[in-house]
């Protein structure tokens, strides 16, 4: 894609969104002009996803939450920094450079899209957060780091594997990570 652009909003209450980047975008606001109103962060309607695709760092601005049933992540290049406090997404699944995801909900990484799991490129790795973390499908950092942190709840594995050079995990309950896969 040759988009390239600074500041990216999205509102959609009722369809998918895809949004492809040649470089990297901030989520955050852009001020009403016209017929277009003052929006603020991404969202679309239940039970619709978002996917990106970046070619260098995402990030966001403060209170420029992501707000979507499912969240795509893609792009050998993309770097998502995606840690505002205020994110709701059910489940995440990307195949990119690097992934910081902050949720203030429970979080799966599951299937979205035409993506399984989480997958992450070389020393890369990802960083997951949320109140309760399920590792429905891989996370795969590969050489790279996995940390997941469950602020209110537990981290349990019912069907993906963890493929990491180090894993740290924090939980305020269990932590059940069983997998004979894991590696």
Known sequence: ANNDVGVLAIASPSGNVSFAEANGFQIGQVVGLGDFNTTTGVSAG???????NAGGQVTQASGAAVSVTGL?????????????????????????SLVQFTN?????????????????AG????????TLITLSQDVNAGTGAVRLVASTGSV????GNI?????????????????????
């Open 72 to 96: 795509e992540l893609l792009g050998a290049s993309g770097d998502y920094r995606l840690t505002d406090g205020n994110n709701t997404i059910t489940t995440i699944a990307g195949n990119t």
């Open 46 to 52: 239940f039970p619709n996803i978002v996917t990106f």
């Open 123 to 130: 020393a890369n790795g990802a960083v997951l957060s949320g």
């Open 104 to 120: 203030n909900d429970t979080l799966d990484v599951g299937t979205v899209g035409g993506t399984t799991g989480l997958r992450t």
């Open 163 to 183: 493929i990491a050079g180090n894993l740290g995990v924090r939980a305020v309950s269990q932590i059940t990570l069983t997998s004979a896969n894991n590696n």
């Open 156 to 159: 349990t594995q019912p069907g």
